[in-house]
């Protein structure tokens, strides 16, 4: 792909007010228990750059993780980055890192973090590890999330 249709289709993602609205336009390829073709790579990669391959890195080291609270069935995922420090992330909509607000939010440069995009690579993908916790520890691992 040439580097002025990924400049063109970058801009068309970043005229999207929420992330919400770009996940689903973009991961659209990506069936349960699919791979991401050379053409999805280019299309994540026009919009995302090096977070692409970050986001794959994660979900290839089994860092994306859905958290099951019982008995009320509340679902939380967590994604482990680089620097091996868990961020809270909400599908589609907010991720606790640094970039996320920074850059997604404030400068609106990216629609999202690699850590979201991870998230919604390794659930696509089924890639990710379930754990499966008591609802009297929800406040406890949200605090350590969002720290």
């Excluded at 069935?73 to 890192?97: A, M, N, P, Q």
């Excluded at 850590?115 to 605090?143: C, G, W």
Aim: net charge positive; hydrophobic share 35%.
């Amino acid at each position: 792909m040439s580097q002025q249709k990924k400049k063109e289709r970058s801009k068309k993602y970043r005229k999207k007010s929420k992330v919400f609205e770009v996940f689903p336009e973009i991961i659209t390829n990506l069936q349960k228990g699919g791979k991401l073709d050379l053409a999805d790579f280019e299309q994540l990669e026009s919009i995302f750059g090096d977070r692409v391959k970050k986001a794959l890195e994660l979900v290839g080291e089994h860092k994306v993780r859905k958290y099951a609270f019982t008995p009320s069935g509340v679902i939380r995922w967590v994604v482990t980055g680089g620097t091996d420090k868990d961020y809270l992330v909400i599908e589609h909509t907010f991720c606790s890192c640094k970039d996320f607000l920074f850059n997604a939010l404030y400068r609106r440069e990216i629609p999202a973090c690699y850590h979201l995009l991870a998230r919604e690579i390794a659930e696509k993908t089924e890639k990710y590890e379930v754990i499966t916790i008591e609802d009297q520890f929800y406040s406890e691992y949200m605090n350590k999330w969002l720290s």
